[in-house]
Protein backbone atom coordinates (compact mmCIF):
# COMPACT_ATOMS: atom_id res chain seq x y z
CA UNK A 1 0.00 0.00 0.00
CA UNK A 2 2.68 2.37 -0.88
CA UNK A 3 2.26 6.27 -1.92
CA UNK A 4 0.18 8.03 1.70
CA UNK A 5 2.79 9.55 2.33
CA UNK A 6 3.27 11.50 -1.20
CA UNK A 7 -0.50 11.57 -1.29
CA UNK A 8 -0.46 13.77 1.69
CA UNK A 9 2.54 15.86 0.94
CA UNK A 10 0.81 16.97 -2.13
CA UNK A 11 -2.01 18.22 -0.96
CA UNK A 12 -0.06 20.07 1.97
CA UNK A 13 -0.48 18.00 4.91
CA UNK A 14 0.72 15.89 7.16
CA UNK A 15 2.24 12.33 6.29
CA UNK A 16 -0.31 10.70 8.98
CA UNK A 17 -3.20 12.37 7.04
CA UNK A 18 -2.04 10.06 4.02
CA UNK A 19 -1.86 6.94 5.99
CA UNK A 20 -5.36 7.66 7.50
CA UNK A 21 -6.63 8.29 4.16
CA UNK A 22 -4.71 4.52 2.60
CA UNK A 23 -6.71 2.84 5.50
CA UNK A 24 -9.71 3.83 4.59
CA UNK A 25 -9.19 2.71 0.78
CA UNK A 26 -9.00 -1.30 2.10
CA UNK A 27 -12.44 -2.00 3.26
CA UNK A 28 -13.76 -1.53 -0.18
CA UNK A 29 -10.65 -3.57 -2.08
CA UNK A 30 -11.21 -6.07 0.45
CA UNK A 31 -15.23 -6.08 -0.22
CA UNK A 32 -14.31 -6.30 -3.61
CA UNK A 33 -12.51 -9.32 -3.55
CA UNK A 34 -15.35 -12.13 -4.28
CA UNK A 35 -16.63 -10.31 -7.27
CA UNK A 36 -13.01 -10.27 -8.54
CA UNK A 37 -12.60 -14.16 -7.32
CA UNK A 38 -9.77 -12.82 -5.10
CA UNK A 39 -9.62 -15.88 -2.14
CA UNK A 40 -6.56 -14.38 -0.48
CA UNK A 41 -5.88 -10.89 -0.61
CA UNK A 42 -2.68 -9.72 1.55
CA UNK A 43 -1.71 -5.88 2.57
CA UNK A 44 1.62 -4.57 3.32
CA UNK A 45 0.70 -2.41 6.11
CA UNK A 46 5.02 -2.19 8.25
CA UNK A 47 7.91 -3.93 7.23
CA UNK A 48 10.49 -4.68 9.59
CA UNK A 49 12.38 -1.90 7.73
CA UNK A 50 9.47 0.87 8.98
CA UNK A 51 10.78 1.58 12.45
CA UNK A 52 13.56 3.71 10.59
CA UNK A 53 10.65 6.27 10.31
CA UNK A 54 10.38 9.44 12.75
CA UNK A 55 8.98 8.28 16.05
CA UNK A 56 5.98 10.41 15.50
CA UNK A 57 4.83 8.56 12.30
CA UNK A 58 5.21 4.87 13.89
CA UNK A 59 3.59 6.02 16.69
CA UNK A 60 0.74 7.40 14.54
CA UNK A 61 0.75 4.11 12.59
CA UNK A 62 0.29 1.70 15.23
CA UNK A 63 -2.28 3.91 16.79
CA UNK A 64 -4.21 3.74 13.06
CA UNK A 65 -3.83 -0.13 13.13
CA UNK A 66 -4.99 -0.33 16.97
CA UNK A 67 -8.25 1.65 16.10
CA UNK A 68 -8.50 0.22 12.26
CA UNK A 69 -9.21 -3.16 14.26
CA UNK A 70 -11.09 -2.10 16.73
CA UNK A 71 -13.39 0.06 13.77
CA UNK A 72 -13.33 -2.38 11.17
CA UNK A 73 -14.13 -5.82 12.89
CA UNK A 74 -17.96 -5.78 13.12
CA UNK A 75 -17.82 -5.22 9.08
CA UNK A 76 -14.82 -7.72 8.68
CA UNK A 77 -16.75 -10.81 10.16
CA UNK A 78 -20.31 -9.61 8.57
CA UNK A 79 -18.76 -9.41 5.22
CA UNK A 80 -17.38 -13.16 6.44
CA UNK A 81 -13.82 -12.06 5.68
CA UNK A 82 -11.54 -13.88 8.06
CA UNK A 83 -8.33 -11.91 9.25
CA UNK A 84 -4.61 -12.73 9.91
CA UNK A 85 -1.23 -11.42 10.78
CA UNK A 86 1.77 -12.08 9.43
CA UNK A 87 5.04 -10.53 10.74
CA UNK A 88 7.09 -10.26 14.06
CA UNK A 89 4.34 -9.74 16.76
CA UNK A 90 6.84 -9.77 19.87
CA UNK A 91 8.43 -6.58 18.01
CA UNK A 92 4.70 -5.19 18.47
CA UNK A 93 3.22 -3.52 21.67
CA UNK A 94 1.29 -5.64 23.66
CA UNK A 95 -2.09 -3.91 23.49
CA UNK A 96 -1.57 -4.03 19.27
CA UNK A 97 -0.65 -7.94 19.73
CA UNK A 98 -4.08 -8.34 22.18
CA UNK A 99 -6.39 -6.48 19.37
CA UNK A 100 -4.37 -9.02 16.54
CA UNK A 101 -4.75 -11.82 18.71
CA UNK A 102 -8.59 -11.18 19.37
CA UNK A 103 -9.51 -10.50 15.43
CA UNK A 104 -8.23 -13.53 14.30
CA UNK A 105 -10.08 -15.44 17.02
CA UNK A 106 -13.45 -12.89 15.95
CA UNK A 107 -12.81 -14.35 12.60
CA UNK A 108 -11.69 -17.55 12.65
CA UNK A 109 -14.89 -19.30 10.97
CA UNK A 110 -15.54 -17.09 8.20
CA UNK A 111 -15.26 -18.73 4.81
CA UNK A 112 -15.09 -15.75 2.56
CA UNK A 113 -12.13 -13.65 1.55
CA UNK A 114 -8.59 -14.57 3.45
CA UNK A 115 -7.29 -11.10 4.79
CA UNK A 116 -3.86 -11.25 5.70
CA UNK A 117 -2.24 -8.00 6.96
CA UNK A 118 1.87 -8.10 7.28
CA UNK A 119 2.80 -5.85 10.34
CA UNK A 120 6.07 -5.81 11.55
CA UNK A 121 6.45 -8.19 8.33
CA UNK A 122 9.98 -8.77 6.42
CA UNK A 123 10.28 -11.58 4.10
CA UNK A 124 14.30 -11.87 5.43
CA UNK A 125 12.94 -11.98 8.82
CA UNK A 126 10.52 -14.40 7.80
CA UNK A 127 13.19 -16.69 6.99
CA UNK A 128 15.37 -16.08 9.45
CA UNK A 129 12.93 -16.68 12.21
CA UNK A 130 11.34 -19.69 10.27
CA UNK A 131 15.15 -21.03 9.93
CA UNK A 132 15.60 -20.56 13.43
CA UNK A 133 12.35 -22.84 14.18
CA UNK A 134 13.76 -25.58 12.10
CA UNK A 135 17.13 -25.66 13.51
CA UNK A 136 15.78 -26.07 16.74
CA UNK A 137 13.44 -28.82 15.50
CA UNK A 138 16.32 -30.35 14.13
CA UNK A 139 18.36 -30.39 17.55
CA UNK A 140 15.43 -31.76 19.16
CA UNK A 141 15.70 -34.93 16.40
CA UNK A 142 12.76 -33.89 15.36
CA UNK A 143 13.24 -33.10 11.86
CA UNK A 144 15.48 -34.78 9.64
CA UNK A 145 18.31 -32.49 8.10
CA UNK A 146 18.34 -35.14 5.33
CA UNK A 147 14.68 -34.89 4.60
CA UNK A 148 14.96 -31.01 4.39
CA UNK A 149 13.49 -29.98 0.64
CA UNK A 150 11.14 -27.13 -0.89
CA UNK A 151 8.29 -28.14 0.93
CA UNK A 152 9.81 -27.44 4.33
CA UNK A 153 11.02 -24.52 4.99
CA UNK A 154 7.35 -23.11 3.68
CA UNK A 155 5.95 -24.97 7.22
CA UNK A 156 7.76 -22.21 9.20
CA UNK A 157 7.09 -19.61 7.71
CA UNK A 158 4.40 -17.19 8.84
CA UNK A 159 2.42 -17.77 5.48
CA UNK A 160 1.76 -21.74 6.04
CA UNK A 161 -1.41 -21.93 5.91
CA UNK A 162 -1.60 -19.63 3.02
CA UNK A 163 -1.27 -20.29 -0.67
CA UNK A 164 1.62 -18.55 -2.86
CA UNK A 165 0.84 -14.98 -4.05
CA UNK A 166 -0.44 -15.14 -7.66
CA UNK A 167 -0.64 -11.34 -8.03
CA UNK A 168 1.47 -9.06 -6.61
CA UNK A 169 0.68 -4.96 -7.17
CA UNK A 170 2.73 -2.38 -5.54
CA UNK A 171 1.00 1.14 -6.36
CA UNK A 172 2.68 4.62 -6.20
CA UNK A 173 5.34 3.46 -9.38
CA UNK A 174 8.05 2.07 -7.32
CA UNK A 175 9.27 -1.33 -9.13
CA UNK A 176 11.21 -2.96 -6.42
CA UNK A 177 9.84 -5.91 -3.68
CA UNK A 178 10.82 -3.95 -0.75
CA UNK A 179 11.10 -6.94 1.23
CA UNK A 180 7.92 -8.40 0.94
CA UNK A 181 6.62 -12.05 0.69
CA UNK A 182 10.33 -12.67 -0.85
CA UNK A 183 10.20 -16.99 -0.40
CA UNK A 184 6.21 -17.21 -1.48
CA UNK A 185 6.89 -14.93 -4.59
CA UNK A 186 8.88 -16.83 -6.41
CA UNK A 187 6.71 -16.88 -9.29
CA UNK A 188 4.45 -14.37 -8.63
CA UNK A 189 3.35 -12.30 -11.46
CA UNK A 190 4.16 -8.43 -10.71
CA UNK A 191 2.09 -4.89 -11.15
CA UNK A 192 3.60 -1.89 -10.85
CA UNK A 193 1.30 0.73 -11.27
CA UNK A 194 1.80 4.78 -10.63
CA UNK A 195 -1.56 5.17 -8.91
CA UNK A 196 -0.61 6.33 -4.81
CA UNK A 197 -2.22 3.95 -2.67
CA UNK A 198 -5.01 6.27 -1.42
CA UNK A 199 -5.80 6.55 -4.96
CA UNK A 200 -6.41 2.87 -5.38
CA UNK A 201 -10.50 2.07 -6.62
CA UNK A 202 -11.91 -0.87 -7.04
CA UNK A 203 -11.65 -0.05 -10.93
CA UNK A 204 -8.27 0.03 -10.89
CA UNK A 205 -8.29 -3.52 -8.63
CA UNK A 206 -10.80 -4.78 -11.26
CA UNK A 207 -7.82 -3.52 -14.27
CA UNK A 208 -5.40 -5.07 -12.72
CA UNK A 209 -6.76 -8.87 -11.93
CA UNK A 210 -8.41 -8.65 -15.45
CA UNK A 211 -4.89 -7.60 -17.18
CA UNK A 212 -3.58 -10.51 -14.88
CA UNK A 213 -6.00 -13.16 -15.67
CA UNK A 214 -4.65 -12.34 -19.68
CA UNK A 215 -1.23 -13.37 -18.33
CA UNK A 216 0.49 -17.02 -19.60
CA UNK A 217 2.09 -18.16 -16.43
CA UNK A 218 4.71 -21.01 -17.59
CA UNK A 219 6.64 -21.60 -14.05
CA UNK A 220 9.64 -22.23 -15.98
CA UNK A 221 8.30 -24.61 -18.57
CA UNK A 222 7.19 -23.78 -21.95
CA UNK A 223 4.01 -22.95 -23.54
CA UNK A 224 1.62 -25.75 -24.06
C1 LIG B 1 2.49 3.70 2.97
O1 LIG B 1 3.09 4.57 2.12
C2 LIG B 1 3.33 2.53 3.38
C3 LIG B 1 3.50 2.39 4.85
C4 LIG B 1 4.69 2.11 5.35
C5 LIG B 1 2.38 2.51 5.78
P1 LIG B 1 4.42 5.41 2.41
O2 LIG B 1 4.36 5.97 3.78
O3 LIG B 1 5.60 4.58 2.10
O4 LIG B 1 4.25 6.58 1.37
P2 LIG B 1 5.39 7.28 0.52
O5 LIG B 1 6.16 6.20 -0.17
O6 LIG B 1 6.22 8.07 1.46
O7 LIG B 1 4.62 8.14 -0.44
MG1 LIG C 1 6.78 4.34 0.46
Given at each position: MDGNGRWAERRGQPRLFGHHAGAKRVREVVEACPDLGVDYLTI??????????TQREVAGLMSLFRSYIKKEARALREHNVRVRFIG?????DEKLRNLMDELEEYT????GTNLTIAINYGGRDEVARATKRLACDVAQG????????????PRY?????LPDPDLVIRTSGEARISNFLLWQSAYAEYEFIETLWPDFTNEIFAQVVRSYAGRERRYGGIAV
Open positions: FAFSTENWKRDRPGLAHCTKLDPQKIDEETLLDTCV
